[in-house]
């Protein structure tokens, strides 16, 4: 589904690349800061150099994950049932009906609102469902709490 | 809470318990007896020994002990002062607690089970406790302990006509024996059960003594208590499932069993989640297998059978043709069973300890799975019960274009795994899925009673006396 252009399929906010971003590069930074100094006075210069490089090349990696799998996050509402699809090494599509919603967990944490983001999460009877969607602008995130709460209550079904 | 409460109606054995004016009604008066009795036994047999030298220091202790009784019976006596209970229309309320109080509700529309328990201490007074269980966590149960054995089963007929939508005076329809398991069969699993795990005893202990003899006296303690814990258990299987009888009836499927206390369970069938087929290895040759049910809803961490999902025991141990009836009256819905397809040989190399069973099949109101690597485990989950399908592929799942689809339903682990299917056959069987999910939603739906139930119970508090 990623990269194709198919109706009502949306992706999380671009914003939630930049917090990713950020997030690596703040922590990296700390990271290789620590690690240098301990290593450049506990063995000297080139041990310094060498801990930074380790460090750099980690979170370079774990960019390269993070753009990932900020690309592989899709979701599409449909008439019944939300998909949301997700996962870079692991891959995972969730098919959760409305009908089947229990509740829906709208979260942002310190950061997220730093971005003026928000994680829309739906809970099933079900332990194993997962239906989350992070890095949705507010409005957006208020949009398909609203929708997501009318639908499951139009289409309740019991256990 | 006044002593005027406390009188007695006199009459006919149900209206035994004291009734007010509003509808309130009391535990019997010898619930903190049994609820007690169990921990006053031990502290009088504790105060016996010490008391006359067998253990402890000797007569000096005994003013101790008895107070430990006072506090529990003590303890138990008032928890019964502040408890009462009364069915309000289609709700059960239940009040309890002496500082917090704890008023909870429980809607009959949402009951997913009705258990009668009968310790043996209370079944030698005639009493019953009833515990009605509801989705959501196990502390949102309620329990009634205890009442005179025909209240308790008239409440429980009430409480079931109710569910069904029918009127609460409705008596209790007959039921009808579907299988009971012998004791010797019983007694045959339990033995295999306990002979697996001491054979664990009896190789360490032949190892030992073979590398060193001195070592065997070492170890001796720990393996002749691990052979008496094997005793423990073998004797617990067989006491709690002992005359396990199976009987289906309008209210739902009905088992019984125990040895000295005993419990009658009622499942309504609609709300029935899943069905799994258990097969060990060791039970192969006899044709024997365990069929378990799995209901919506969580056993409290205080409860005596563990916390965890709420999955009872269906057939502990029975033969193929006994577990296809049963299975037969627990997924009515069914019409006929799945064809199975396995998957690609080229999946040996994902799971190669457990391909030789792998198998998966769905019509249009069910699904079936077949996983394990020992014991063949076989799972149905009727298509209407369906929470959400999943399709999950991992690394070398993606290398050999393979992928794994889940339909979950209701609870913790309850979910039809169709694992390594190609990769493109899961695409659509995701949409397949979900799509006849839907229909099958759609004609089960008009249960009466059911509409609006959800999983989380309304008022449900909770605190102690």
């Known amino acids: ?159 | 809470m006044t002593d005027s409460e406390r009188d007695r109606a006199p009459g006919r054995a149900p209206a035994r318990e004291a009734v007010t004016a509003d509808g309130w009604r009391r535990l019997h008066p010898l619930s903190p007896l049994v609820r007690s009795g169990r921990a006053v036994l031990a502290v009088l047999a504790l105060a016996g020994l010490s008391g006359s030298g067998l253990i402890g220091s000797g007569a000096g202790t005994r003013w101790w002990d008895f107070a430990l009784v006072a506090l529990v019976a003590g303890g138990a006596v008032v928890n019964w002062l502040v408890t009462r209970w009364k069915v309000d229309g289609v709700t059960l309320r239940i009040e309890t607690g002496l500082l917090r109080r704890d008023s909870r509700q429980l809607p009959v529309a949402r009951i997913q089970a009705v258990d009668l328990v009968r310790p043996f201490l209370a079944r030698m007074l005639g009493l019953a406790e009833l515990r009605i269980r509801l989705a959501g966590s196990g502390d949102a149960d309620g329990r009634l302990a205890y009442l005179p054995e025909q209240a308790a089963e008239a409440l429980r007929a009430r409480l079931l006509a109710a569910h069904h939508g029918l009127d609460p005076a409705t008596p209790e329809p007959a039921e009808s024996v579907i299988t009971s398991v012998p004791s010797g069969r019983l007694a045959g699993a339990a033995l295999i059960l306990a002979v697996q795990l001491a054979v664990v005893a009896v190789i360490v202990g032949g190892v030992t003594a073979a590398v060193d003899p001195g070592g065997l006296l070492a170890i001796g303690v720990p393996l002749i208590w691990w052979l008496i814990i094997c005793g423990g258990i073998a004797w617990r299987r067989v006491s709690t499932q002992y005359a396990f009888t199976v009987a289906a009836s309008p209210d739902g499927v009905r088992i019984r069993r125990g040895l000295l206390g005993t419990v009658a369970e009622t499942i309504p069938v609609a709300r029935i989640q899943a069905v799994r087929m258990i097969e060990p290895l060791w039970w192969r040759p006899l044709h024997w297998c365990r069929l378990e049910v799995d209901v919506a809803g969580r056993l409290g961490h205080d409860h005596p059978e563990g916390g965890g999902e709420v999955r009872k025991a269906l057939l502990p141990v029975g033969r193929r043709d006994e577990a296809a009836q049963l299975l037969g009256i627990a997924l009515p819905a069914a019409r006929g069973w799945p064809v199975l397809r396995r998957p690609p040989r080229r999946a040996w190399w994902k799971a190669p300890l457990s391909y030789h069973f792998l198998a998966a099949g769905h019509d249009d109101t069910l699904a079936v799975a077949v996983t394990g690597r020992v014991h063949r485990e076989t799972t149905w989950v009727p298509l209407a019960k369906a929470q959400s399908v999943r399709l999950v592929q991992g690394p070398l799942q993606r290398r050999l274009g393979l992928a794994t689809v889940h339909l979950d339903a209701a609870g913790k682990r309850v979910r039809a795994e169709f694992r390594e299917r190609p990769q493109e056959q899961a695409r659509a069987l995701v949409g397949k899925l979900a799509a006849l999910s839907r229909s099958a939603r759609r004609r089960a739906s008009p249960v009466p009673g059911q509409a609006a139930s959800v999983a989380s119970p309304v008022n449900a508090s909770h605190s102690e006396a």
């Not at chain 1, 990271?31 to 000297?44: E, R």
């Not at chain 1, 930074?52 to 049932?81: C, H, K, M, P």
């Not at chain 1, 959760?96 to 919603?101: D, N, S, W």
């Not at chain 1, 099933?124 to 989350?132: F, G, K, L, M």
């Open chain 1, 1 to 159: 589904m990623p990269g194709t252009p198919e109706q009502g399929v949306r992706c999380p906010s671009p914003r939630l690349w930049r917090m990713r971003y950020a997030e690596v590069i703040a922590s990296g930074g700390a990271l290789a800061a620590v690690a240098g100094t301990a290593a450049g006075l506990a063995f000297g210069g080139a041990a310094a150099a060498i801990a930074v490089a380790v460090v750099i090349t980690g979170a370079l990696a774990a960019l390269w994950f993070a753009r990932n799998r900020f690309r592989s996050w899709v979701y599409q509402e449909r008439d019944e049932d939300l998909i949301v699809e997700r996962g870079v090494l692991i891959h995972r599509l969730s098919v959760v009906p409305y009908g089947r919603m229990q509740f829906v967990d709208v979260s942002a944490g310190p950061i997220d609102r730093a971005f003026r983001l928000a994680t829309v999460k739906l809970h099933t009877a079900a332990a194993a469902s997962d239906a989350r969607i992070p890095g949705l602008e507010r409005d957006e995130a208020a949009r398909l709490r609203d929708r997501l709460a009318a639908l499951g209550e139009a289409k309740a079904a019991g256990l």
